[in-house]
């Protein structure tokens, strides 16, 4: 299977692309600080996720488990950006559900390379 075709992978992606979107529209003061975090956590999660990938079933677990610590660090910074009105409710909770149904994935991924 390509690794461009699984799920996981098109979920972060997506994720990535809209915070992106919206970049132009945080003031230059987050930009260049907490919204360039969250980019590149998020980044770190695509970059994990591919690597993941292409790996064998014994390689995977330290890589998936990295991928879920900058997950959660994405997660804090989509909830900083939040409180610190960087972006409303409805992006927080929007970009929320996404990450999300990320960790669940990568929980399921976790699992089955456990097992």
């Known amino acids: 299977?390509?690794?461009?075709?699984?799920?996981?992978?098109?979920?972060?992606?997506?994720?990535?692309?809209?915070?992106?979107?919206?970049?132009?529209?945080?003031?230059?003061?987050?930009?260049?600080?907490?919204?360039?975090?969250?980019?590149?956590?998020?980044?770190?999660?695509?970059?994990?996720?591919?690597?993941?990938?292409?790996?064998?079933?014994?390689?995977?677990?330290?890589?998936?488990q990295e991928v879920s610590h900058n997950l959660n660090v994405t997660r804090i910074f989509i909830r900083l950006a939040k409180d610190t009105k960087v972006i409303d409710i409805a992006k927080y909770e929007h970009f929320q559900s996404q990450v999300d149904e990320i960790g669940r994935m990568l929980g399921g991924w976790i699992k089955q390379v456990k097992s």
């Open 1 to 64: 299977m390509d690794e461009f075709d699984i799920p996981i992978f098109k979920k972060s992606y997506d994720l990535y692309r809209q915070l992106h979107e919206l970049r132009i529209k945080v003031s230059k003061q987050d930009r260049h600080t907490l919204w360039q975090k969250l980019e590149n956590s998020t980044l770190e999660v695509i970059e994990g996720i591919l690597r993941a990938s292409s790996m064998t079933k014994d390689e995977k677990l330290p890589v998936l």
